[in-house]
């Protein structure tokens, strides 16, 4: 009770602070034509992220009227209903945050299913529900896996039915906004473009973007219903960035670094991500002895220039960096887990596309383009006999399966692995069938298969997600696809499922 009267006191006092800071006129972005005048001030929903066992961030953005500073109450509670609240408390924000509101909330217990919600002025949130990591041994861990929505192509219907999925986390590999102008990188027939309405390069324009994609319904609904753990891929600053550049960033739009800053800003303000005070992303999260998961930032940390040819792929470049790749081999030989689950922004697996792209045979912005850092993880996970490795890949809008095999050249013969690779369809950015027929993508999925014994599955016509299921002894991968991206409505399906059993790097049907 007296915790509850200190909380009344202090939102009265920072409500009253505000006033002496009044905004007439607040800026508009265009965005608010597609708010939801009900959900107001909270028009961007809840989401929450980085679970841990003890923790666990809760995120909302409070649209303001009028104030610079506004006070944010928040809730966290073991049931629906708030009867049961554990943790509250309160926090400004203002617009040096864009304001977001952002809580590493605490002291919670583990493998627990936790109600969150926040309060202005009288005035309540959406609820959300989030899970904290389980402390032992779980017997199953439930996770999505999703990439590249981008806004110009579709409703972001794969979202909404992640939402429904029975699920511990949801793992985004990136894309998550696409940084073009209107028109530039979409569906021009379909009436969803993009604010503000230019190549985003300032930090207000970064965080227009990620306003306006917070405001689809599907997207919302995810981050109510699940944490998610993200990381970010080339989109979230410019594309087939590397660490000093990108292919989609020209001298004329400014310092690269000084672009990189801003898009960085942005994504901590609107995502659900743990602000350690360290400036780096990549970072590990565990479930117990099951599962252990390593989410790798292949964009910013250590990223060469990508080589002009498929002969500069054997050359020394890095797509980890040193420092990177020396925690990530550390903690990879360390875990005590079953399952490694490796959060990978672009294929990892070998890919020969010489029937298909006879002039462009690999993709050098994927790890075929940085074979020399790839190939030494590779020895790694078989000279330390490093078992039961999952990547999990976005960015190439497809489906695929991969036995990554130990040696590329004997696969063929030997058969022998050393890690599995899943790639998640993308949510609404551009399927290989929306500028070729199905019959020709169809062809084209079998050629890639001809020359790569390793692919088990490609799918390169559907829009989706994927789940996977780990347990102790396999781990179910399962690939949804939407049947349509262009209504509101869509219905979601399993289109595949391949199982994978612990210590075999190997896929079973
Ligand atoms: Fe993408």
Redesign the pocket.
């Known amino acids: 009770m007296i915790r509850a009267v200190c909380l009344l006191i202090l939102t009265f006092l920072l409500s009253n602070s505000c006033a002496n800071n009044i905004r007439k006129n607040f800026a508009k972005d265009g965005t608010e034509k597609s708010y939801v005048h009900d959900q107001g001030p909270f028009y961007h929903g809840v989401a929450s992220g980085d679970p841990l066992t003890d923790r666990v961030i809760i995120w909302t953005r409070v649209t303001p009227e009028e104030h610079d500073v506004i006070s944010v109450q928040w809730e966290v509670s073991l049931d629906k209903d708030f009867n049961k609240i554990k943790k509250s408390g309160i926090m400004s924000t203002s617009r040096v945050r864009d304001y977001t509101v952002k809580v590493d909330v605490s002291n919670l217990a583990a493998g627990t299913v936790y109600y969150y919600r926040f309060i202005n002025r009288a005035t309540y949130s959406p609820v959300g529900r989030t899970k904290t990591a389980p402390a032992k041994n779980p017997s199953e861990v439930n996770l999505g896996i999703v ?2 929505s981008n806004y110009e192509f579709g409703y972001f219907n794969a979202y909404n039915g992640l939402a429904d999925q029975d699920l511990d986390a949801i793992l985004h590999l990136g ?1 998550y906004i696409y940084e073009y102008g209107p028109g530039k990188y979409g569906d021009e027939n379909f009436p969803r473009k993009h604010l503000p309405p230019n190549e985003l390069l300032t930090l207000d324009d970064y965080r227009t973007r990620y306003a306006q994609y917070r405001l689809d319904k599907g997207l919302q609904k995810a981050h109510q219903n699940h944490p998610f753990i993200l990381i970010w891929d080339d ?1 979230e600053i410019a594309n087939n960035a590397y660490k000093t550049g990108a292919q989609n960033h020209q001298a004329d739009e400014g310092d690269y670094g000084m672009r990189k800053a801003n898009a960085k800003k942005a994504y901590y303000e609107w995502q659900p991500i743990r602000d350690t005070g360290n400036d780096e992303l990549y970072r590990k999260f565990s479930y117990g002895n099951l599962v252990d998961i390593f989410m790798l930032d292949e964009r910013f940390t250590g990223r060469s220039e990508p080589p002009a040819d498929k002969a500069g792929a054997k050359e020394e470049r890095t797509m980890l960096g040193a420092e990177q790749l020396k925690w990530f081999k550390k903690n990879l030989v360390g875990s005590t887990a079953t399952w490694k689950v490796i959060g990978n922004q672009v294929i990892f697996s070998p890919c020969d596309l010489s029937l298909v792209r006879p002039d462009d045979p690999v993709n050098l912005d994927a790890w075929d383009g940085y074979a020399y850092e790839r190939d030494d993880i590779r020895s790694y996970l078989i000279d330390r006999v490093i078992k039961n490795t999952i990547f999990v890949t976005g ?1 190439t ?1 497809a489906s695929w399966a991969f036995e990554v095999p130990e040696n590329t050249i004997d696969y063929k013969e030997s058969g022998k692995s050393c890690a599995i690779e899943i790639a998640t369809p ?1 949510i609404t ?1 551009s399927n290989w069938n929306e500028s070729s027929p199905d019959d020709q993508v169809i062809m084209a999925e079998k050629a890639i298969q001809s020359t790569n014994p390793h692919l088990k599955y490609i799918n390169g016509r559907d829009h989706g997600y994927t789940v996977l299921k780990l347990s102790r002894d396999k781990t179910i991968a399962q690939w949804f696809y939407t049947s349509d991206i262009k209504q509101k409505e869509a219905k979601i399906s399993m289109g595949k499922e391949l199982t994978i059993q612990r210590d075999r790097h190997k896929f079973s049907n």
């Open positions: 990439s590249c894309d989109h960015d809008h993308s950015s």
